[in-house]
């Protein structure tokens, strides 16, 4: 049995079981409770009946300053999956699903015209995962995995920006089908 709730700073102590996978990138410490004191209501966990996180979802609700507001790279208000991770051994049960619906939930209540997240364009499985759920590819971000590595001995990976229209977004404006024709660079996405 699992429980879904809202993260808690000693949370972070019980990470371990999500943290240890190779895909998930692990922050720290003050990264996780900046999201928790600016965003506590989209950063979610999913605890198991000994009390283990075997899965969590951190977002945010923002858009680009006013500076880029002319730029063809603008972001209107949105929501952002930062992070979304489920421990291997919890994994094909639908953890993950509930969590991103979750999140959704909430950018909606945040009137957000999307959701976004960056993906590694090797990553099939969680391509095909966000797929399954309704979000299509916007942009390629080139090298974005070179220039926020983790691990510099890491060649780069382009990122696939990947996007799904909130309640609010109607006419399906800050979504298309052709994303993958789309490519920037680290710099232009903000």
Not at 34 to 62: H, R, T
Request: charged letters at 30%; a negative charge.
């Amino acid at each position: 049995m699992t429980t879904f709730r809202r993260f808690r700073p000693d949370d972070v102590n019980k990470f371990s079981k999500c943290n240890l996978d190779p895909l998930t990138e692990t922050y720290e410490l003050s990264f996780y409770l900046q999201y928790y004191a600016k965003w506590p209501s989209l950063f979610q966990v999913c605890e198991d009946s000994e009390g283990n996180i075997v899965g969590y979802i951190m977002g945010k609700v923002e858009s680009s300053p006013d500076a880029y507001k002319f730029s063809e790279h603008y972001l209107p208000w949105h929501a952002h999956i930062t992070a979304l991770t489920v421990a291997p051994e919890a994994r094909r049960q639908g953890i993950g699903k509930i969590l991103v619906e979750q999140l959704e939930a909430a950018a909606d209540v945040h009137n957000a015209w999307f959701m976004d997240l960056f993906v590694r364009s090797s990553n099939a499985k969680a391509i095909a995962f966000y797929k399954e759920l309704g979000y299509s590819v916007f942009r390629v971000v080139k090298d974005y995995y070179g220039e926020h590595a983790t691990d510099p001995d890491k060649d780069s990976e382009d990122a696939f920006d990947m996007r799904k229209s909130m309640k609010r977004d109607t006419k399906g404006e800050h979504v298309r089908d052709d994303g993958e024709k789309h490519e920037v660079h680290p710099e232009d996405v903000w």
